[in-house]
């Protein structure tokens, strides 16, 4: 009998505060390794690596208790969970910046000789390597950007992009890589699939031969867009691995992480995500779809 395909996301648990015009959020719990597990785990179960601090962990574990999350990868350590700041404009986070010391005490436990399918979510450029080092023998290896780490260590974001085969993005995040046609970076970084995130224009794939473009639902409410590029990743993934993970699953897969996307925005924080069905996430995914017939 074939083992089943097993996802992990290794990343952060975060404490975020973001400053709008309208609204203040301060010490929301978040983080990509968060953001990507409650997505990922309406379609299956998924394994969590990530470090927190010792004051937070109750807050996470109630979070995650109804969802077929693996904590086991989970660390606790007595220091500030790592936290960050953003300035909301115009439907867009603006990253400020972060407090990461809780990455000096974290050195990533993770399952040893790991094969299946894995996500390294953004962190620290330095953990992050780490990380992808770690989980060098996955048999499918994708990780995601964050600006202000792009910015400020240079060096390491583009090891990370040498070390994963599919990576995922934004344009201000592709441009700061050096990019400016999507198709020439993903040949230049020999990545076997890039996913650009467009915000209120969806989300563009690209792989040798091929480039599919799913909209975003744009007349749905848009609350808080932190953790949307996490959430779209892992709805894609967990379908396309959860499908079989077939060669070009990737296509008929990205309409869920676009789903995930658009229910995570409708709320604050992890909150709408953390509400959220798989029936819910079906229809939604039908909604997606339809709007993607609709526009083609």
Known sequence: MPEAPTLLVAGSIALDTIEGRSHRIDDELGGSALYFAMAASLIMPVKLVAPVGAADVEQVRSLVRARPIDMTGMQVFDAPTYRWQAHEQEGRNIDLGSRDSIYDLWSPELPPLYGGWAFVGSVRPDRQLELLQGLSGASLLA????????????????????????????????????????????????????????????????????IVHVPALVHRPVVDTTGAGDALAAGMLARWISAGGGHDGWAEALPWGVACASLTIEGIGLRAIAQASAETLAARVAEVRETTLRES
Do not use: H
């Open 143 to 210: 990780a995601d950007s964050m600006l202000s780490y792009i910015r400020s260590l240079p060096g390491e974001a583009s090891e990370v992009l040498r070390r994963a085969r599919w990576y995922f993005c934004n344009q201000d995040e592709l441009e700061a890589l050096g990019g400016s046609n999507p198709e020439e970076f993903r040949t230049r970084w020999d990545l076997e699939g890039l996913v650009v995130k467009l915000g209120p224009g969806g989300a563009t794939a690209y792989t040798e031969g091929r």
